[in-house]
């Protein structure tokens, strides 16, 4: 749907760094080549710090997580609907033939190395609850990084460079916020009102001297 509409994916692409003159971002270096835009967005997670660097300076911090996924043993012993085991603020998910296992937080920067004591930690609240759930013996070990902002809000929206946008800093909850996140900030970049009220989302907020009635953001919704 999205190549209909003629969007080009391009994967297994470097991107190095951001090309600023003034206010405006003119382009991408990606290798050898510059990819140019009329505007240009930020989604690059934890390492939306990096990319940035040079250009606008953003909170946002990687908090490692850990996930198990399990082949589902036996159907009737597995979750049907999502759980939090509150002790050791663990979640437990069934997907179709498998069972999700995630939590945890580290802060250890940009270390993705897996821990065997977190998977014991993971296979322990499991094999608690669903003790004839899973296959465990056929897991699959998984660690990623959060993009975590101070208060826990994501950063979307406009930022001090005139063409260049964010959406990052989601945290846990990634896939949750996903389309409502891009459908919010591809009304700003066109110039619609979004539907939501934005503008304590945008990165302004972390900006000395901030109010949420005289951002850049809100007077310029005023406008429209």
Not at 123 to 146: I, K, N
Request: net charge negative.
């Amino acid at each position: 749907m999205a190549e209909e509409a003629g969007v080009v994916f391009r994967f297994n692409t470097p991107v190095d760094h951001l090309l600023r003159d003034g206010d405006r971002i003119y382009g991408v270096k990606c290798g050898d080549e510059i990819i140019k835009a009329d505007s240009y967005v930020v989604a690059f997670g934890s390492y939306s710090t990096a990319l940035l660097k040079n250009v606008i300076d953003i909170p946002v911090y990687p908090l490692k997580g850990y996930s198990l996924t399990i082949p589902i043993k036996n159907p009737d012993a597995a979750p049907v609907s999502t759980i939090l085991d509150e002790t050791y603020k663990v979640a437990v998910t069934r997907f179709d033939d498998r069972i999700r296992v995630g939590g945890m937080a580290e802060i250890v920067g940009f270390n993705t190395k897996l821990t065997e004591a977190r998977r014991e930690t993971l296979e322990m609240v499991v094999s608690d609850l669903y003790p004839e759930g899973g296959h465990l013996a056929q897991a699959s070990f998984w660690t990623g990084l959060r993009p975590m902002t101070p208060d826990g809000t994501p950063i979307v929206g406009a930022t001090p460079i005139s063409n260049l946008w964010l959406n990052t800093g989601h945290g846990t909850l990634g896939w949750t916020m996903a389309c409502g996140s891009g459908q919010l900030l591809a009304d700003l970049i066109s110039g619609k009102k979004p539907a939501i009220a934005a503008d304590d989302l945008a990165v302004f907020r972390y900006l000395p001297g901030f109010a949420a009635t005289s951002s850049p953001l809100r007077n310029a919704n005023a406008t429209r």
